[in-house]
């Protein structure tokens, strides 16, 4: 009969569905009695849907069964005390001078996103918003490259954050503090606490939008971060093709999983518009975007092309929408603005 550290140890295999963290580190597992008979699993589940709990209990019943001298399996599932419920151990918090603040995600790299936070911030700016963009990715921070990084930040008396200023827009970063060669070697805790001094130790004077570009995934940074700030609401960046679809699902459910409103989809590198036969080539699939967000029964905030400009300007800190607000993807990521910002000022 395996001991209750083993069995435990066999239960971070088991994913959170929809995230990449597994349900021991979400604090899911209040118990384990191992007796002659059976291995009883205990859970707790404060506010997980009744089929996301089906879904783990079947998981946790198979994982234990497979292990080596385990007779049966019995896994209850606790409710927490009223009390309990109401008093979280980390309250969301508003950001003194903040009025809204919009996280942008995505369920897996390689998709646009940070160029896709970075021209939206400029373009709700140019809209006549105050904005702050926090690049909440510790180890592949570009945000700073991104919109043009000058100098390194400095601190208040008091040894709060002053954020630099570009483009019209308030911005902090990890770049900012180490070299380009410097790799960020952290272990969680530590990316948490940079992440809470970023949102809660900064200066952002008083703005109407905080943006946030958070890391690719569904891990313990964007967990932290919907967790312990009040969002208006996230922006799920994907591309056409299915295998990034795939991840639109995770993404939408993370946020919904933590309460928080799912603005819309966004589809980037949607087509290529060929300069010499004008032609336009769908090279990723198209469509996919708008399909996902109509199943998820979530808004469709627009398609991005691929084109040179769009990549040249973030490599150089000058983004398109900053660089040339006429370009007509400057003008979509204008339109994509426009919806944001519709939502966000929404009743609620």
């Known amino acids: 009969m395996p001991a209750p550290n083993e069995i435990l140890a066999e239960l971070k295999k088991v994913k959170y569905p929809g995230f990449s963290r597994d349900i021991v580190s ?36 198979a994982a234990v069964a497979a292990m080596p001298g385990v ?55 140019r809209r006549g918003w105050r904005i702050g963009l926090m690049d909440a990715d510790v180890y592949g921070p570009s945000v700073a490259m ?23 827009i308030r911005y902090v970063s990890m770049a900012l503090f180490i070299d380009d060669e410097t790799a960020v070697i952290w272990r969680g805790p530590m990316v948490t606490k940079l992440e809470t001094e970023f949102l809660f130790n900064v200066e952002w004077g008083e703005i109407d939008c905080l943006v946030l570009d ?7 940074a964007q ?20 295998l990034a679809l795939l991840d639109v699902k995770r993404g939408v459910e993370m946020f919904r999983e933590v309460n928080v409103p799912v603005l819309g989809v966004v589809e980037n ?24 967000a109509a199943e998820l029964g979530v808004s469709f905030l627009g398609e991005l092309p691929i084109i040179r400009e769009l990549r040249e300007g973030g490599d150089r800190g ?25 939502r966000v000022e929404r009743p609620q």
Do not use: W
């Not at 008093?87 to 996280?103: M, N, T």
């Not at 958070?214 to 313990?220: E, F, K, N, S, V």
């Open 71 to 125: 007779p049966a399996v019995e896994v209850r599932v606790e409710q927490p005390s009223p009390t309990a419920a109401r008093s979280p151990a980390q309250p969301r918090r508003d950001i003194p001078g903040v009025r809204h603040i919009v996280a942008v995600a995505s369920g897996k790299g390689g998709v646009g996103k940070s160029t896709v936070a970075v021209n939206l911030a400029l373009a709700m700016q």
């Open 214 to 220: 958070l890391p690719p995934g569904t891990g313990d």
């Open 146 to 168: 991104m919109v043009g990084v000058d100098r390194r930040v400095s601190l208040t008396p008091e040894r709060r954050i002053i954020p630099l200023e570009r483009h019209g």
């Open 269 to 292: 590198m949607s087509y290529y518009q060929c300069r010499k036969c004008g032609k336009r080539h769908e090279i990723f699939s198209h469509g996919g975007g708008a399909r996902y």
């Open 318 to 342: 000058n983004p398109l929408v900053a660089a040339n607000p006429r370009h007509p993807v400057s003008l979509a990521f204008d339109a994509i603005a426009a919806r944001v910002i519709e």
């Open 26 to 61: 979400f604090g899911m597992i209040k118990d384990i009695e191992v007796a002659h008979a059976r291995v009883t699993v205990i859970l707790t589940a404060a506010s997980a849907k009744p089929e996301v709990v089906e879904q783990i209990v079947s998981e946790v019943r």
């Open 223 to 242: 967990l932290t971060i919907t967790q312990r700030v009040a969002l208006a609401g996230g922006v799920i960046v994907t591309t056409p093709q299915d």
